[in-house]
């Protein structure tokens, strides 16, 4: 069993920067593609950004391209989102989540494990 958990998640203005963590209690970090996922009231969960087991291959949804960057420290086991000139429409729940292969947690938004969420709140 793998555990996931985000942090780093607050109140922010509009325009403003946040970022968020993921730290992983499983020892085999590396093997997994990342990602982050969001969900706003009334909306479905969409996945946002995504990243290979090795950090080589990234991936962003059009709605926060040029303002998301993910990355990811496997020695710390520890995935991050830093995100900038954020929006209103940003507000939601983000969640961390690891897949088995890059490839179907694009294709086919396949997760393994989730994390508890944290919140973001734009204020305008």
């Known amino acids: 069993q793998v555990q996931l958990a985000e942090s780093g998640g607050g109140l922010v203005e509009d325009g403003g920067s946040l970022r968020l963590s993921c730290t992983t209690s499983g020892r085999t970090f590396r093997i997994y593609a990342m990602g982050w996922f969001r969900q706003a009231p009334g909306k479905e969960r969409e996945l946002v950004a995504a990243?290979?087991?090795?950090?080589?291959?990234?991936y962003y949804a059009d709605s926060v391209k040029g303002r998301y960057t993910i990355s990811r420290d496997n020695a710390k086991n520890t995935m991050y989102l830093q995100m900038n000139i954020l929006k209103r429409e940003d507000t939601a729940v983000y969640y961390c989540?690891?897949?088995?292969?890059?490839?179907?947690?694009?294709?086919?938004?396949?997760?393994?494990?989730w994390g508890q969420g944290t919140q973001v709140t734009v204020s305008s």
């Open positions: 990243i290979s087991p090795s950090g080589g291959l990234t």
């Open positions: 989540a690891a897949g088995q292969s890059y490839a179907t947690l694009l294709g086919s938004s396949l997760v393994s494990y």
